[in-house]
């Protein structure tokens, strides 16, 4: 448990942290679509060239995750916290792949769900308000599962990823996208010392349990997962959140007051500008982690010999 986590019973955690969660994203989607892309993608883009424009990233972000998890049509996919539904849309548009998406939100869940309808998507993918502790899928169930920018708002890490090897299939796939924070911030805050950084985090999402790098990796190699590559990506979640916030700025007149108060876009412009710092500074850190299920002692299945299939090269202007 995170030393800042609320001390509650299991049930009482979980309806605190959804209506935590669901009070910063249970926001007209119009609002979030006045900085995101096309693609409604709240998540570190990724940049092969620093001159890249955000839609552009996105779609090199959802290519490069659908790359390391090796997406097959035939695939199953289980997105925890999907958001407004990028990956699983790209999943099943792109791969031709089957995906469910869970959230908290449930403007989030009606989004996806409205979109999928109104696509022709219905029979492919879907969404459900449901928190990650009580997921209450079949064992052996999923292909592959994702998580991206969720393991932030996740305060028991090992619960989260014991029963995601639970529901995925032997030898499996699945990817860990999120912040973490480096080891002297973390063991401050283990120690009661609290941060302005945190603070900020706590204040604007109700909830942020970032542990350090090695503790994500730990809870995913005790749970029954083997990691196969680590790529940190906090350049690129630095250069995104540059773009979110001239796109916020440049669209403040149609937003405010006509989408949501003054006050809520104030916070959202100082949140977006202290999250730069703290990626200029080290203070925050982003991470992609991939991952097999497999028990010590299997036979393990062929991997590639390089990483040339799971990377993005930069155009040759």
């Known amino acids: 448990m995170n030393a ?8 009482d955690l979980v309806d605190y942290q959804t209506k935590a969660v669901a009070s910063h994203y ?9 900085f995101l892309g096309p693609r409604m993608a709240y998540s ?7 001159d890249d424009a955000l839609d552009k990233a996105e779609e090199n972000k959802l290519l490069l995750t659908a790359k390391k998890l090796d997406l097959k049509p035939e695939d199953l996919l289980l997105d925890i916290g999907c958001g407004w539904g990028s990956f699983i849309f790209y999943a099943a548009e792109k791969f031709g792949c089957s995906a469910i998406g869970i959230t908290l939100s449930g403007e989030q869940a009606a989004f996806v769900n409205k979109v999928a309808e109104e696509r022709g998507f219905a029979d492919k993918v879907k969404a459900r308000v ?7 899928f079949p064992e052996k169930y999923f292909d592959k599962i994702v998580t991206i920018g969720a393991i932030e708002h996740m305060d028991d890490l090992h619960r ?6 639970t529901i995925l299939k032997d030898e499996g796939l699945m990817l860990v996208h999120g912040m973490t924070k ?15 950084v945190g603070e900020m985090v706590k204040e604007h999402f109700g909830v942020g349990y970032w542990k350090s790098l090695w503790e994500v990796m730990e809870a995913l190699e005790k749970s029954g997962f083997e990691i196969l590559d680590h790529e940190n990506i906090t350049r690129h979640y630095q250069l995104t959140v540059e773009r979110w916030l001239e796109r916020l700025q440049e669209n403040e007149d149609s937003l405010v007051d006509k989408v949501i108060p003054e006050e809520k876009y104030r916070e959202f412009l100082v949140f ?14 982003c991470n992609q982690i991939l991952c097999r299920k497999i028990q010590c002692g299997d036979i393990r299945p062929a991997l590639p010999l390089t990483r040339e299939n799971i990377v993005l090269l930069p155009r040759k202007d």
């Open 4 to 11: 800042n986590a609320p001390s509650l019973d299991l049930r």
């Open 26 to 34: 249970d926001i007209p989607p119009k609002f979030f679509a006045g």
């Open 44 to 50: 570190c883009a990724y940049f092969a060239n620093d």
């Open 130 to 136: 449901l928190h990650v502790y009580d997921m209450d």
């Open 160 to 165: 989260v990823f014991l029963k995601s090897a």
């Open 182 to 196: 480096p080891w002297a911030s973390r063991e401050e805050e283990i120690e009661g010392i609290t941060s302005e």
């Open 272 to 285: 977006m500008a202290g999250y730069i710092v703290g990626f200029e500074t080290s203070n925050t850190l």
